[in-house]
């Protein structure tokens, strides 16, 4: 009796949040908004993390996340919107697809080279990408990688926390403290383990007051 009481009390919780939100936007970053206070991450699209690099097609590295989070507030914030609930994803936010004016957000940031189609969990948005892409649209018109796999590559001390401060300072199996630039040899492949005593630096500088050495290749 008390398992059956606790299901329909989470589903009494529950119930109201996956119900139409609808509101004024208030834009947190490329794929994340709120309506109405409402938190809502777009359904089946993945934008750039803030801070995330991208490179336009000489090789030059421009951060495309940030510019993509600007991109949004300058169409919509303070527009309302009005979204249809698909499900609560693991973090409390509402996953919705959401329009503004009759346009779906989503799609626009596909059109636009400001996202990727999330195909973990919708191919809604595939053949918009498709197209972008052929159009050398936005982030299609240079390299980048893709939201997902540069969110992973973080986690595991690949990528820096703070995009100013990438140099990787490293402690091989012999105990010596070496810091790798960008470009280097194996600069890509080197992870950093803040828990072993691994760090990012922001300049050389900064590297050699702490102990650390450059690497030679």
């Known amino acids: 009796m008390l398992r059956i009481c606790s299901v329909l009390v989470l589903l009494a919780v529950s119930a109201p949040a996956l119900a139409g939100v609808d509101g004024t936007v ?4 490329g794929d994340t908004l709120d309506v109405g206070g409402v ?3 777009l359904h089946g699209v993945d934008a750039p993390e803030v801070g995330q690099r991208c490179k336009t097609s000489s090789g030059e590295s421009w951060d495309c996340g940030t510019w993509v989070s600007r991109e949004m507030r300058a169409r919509y914030q303070g527009s309302d919107a009005k979204c249809e609930p698909i499900e609560m994803d693991r973090y409390g936010r509402v996953v919705a697809v959401c329009r503004v004016l009759g346009v779906d957000l989503a ?6 080279g400001m996202a990727v189609a999330f195909r973990k969990y919708s191919n809604a948005y595939v053949q918009d990408e ?7 649209t936005g982030m299609h018109a240079g390299t980048f990688q893709r939201p997902a796999a540069h969110r992973q590559a973080r986690a595991a001390g690949g990528i820096a926390p703070d995009a100013a401060c ?4 490293n402690i091989n199996r012999s105990g010596d403290r070496i810091y790798h630039l960008p470009g280097q ?3 890509d492949v080197t992870t950093i383990r803040t828990q ?4 990012w630096f922001c300049n050389e500088s900064g590297a050699l007051a702490a102990g650390w050495r450059k690497a030679r290749r």
Request: proline letters at 0%; glycine letters at 6%; zero cysteines.
């Open 166 to 169: 990438h140099i990787k300072g």
């Open 107 to 112: 799609r626009r940031l596909v059109q636009d």
């Open 185 to 187: 040899r194996f600069y």
């Open 196 to 199: 072993q005593g691994e760090r």
């Open 130 to 136: 498709v197209q972008a892409k052929r159009a050398r």
């Open 26 to 29: 208030r834009v947190i970053d």
């Open 39 to 41: 938190r809502v991450r």
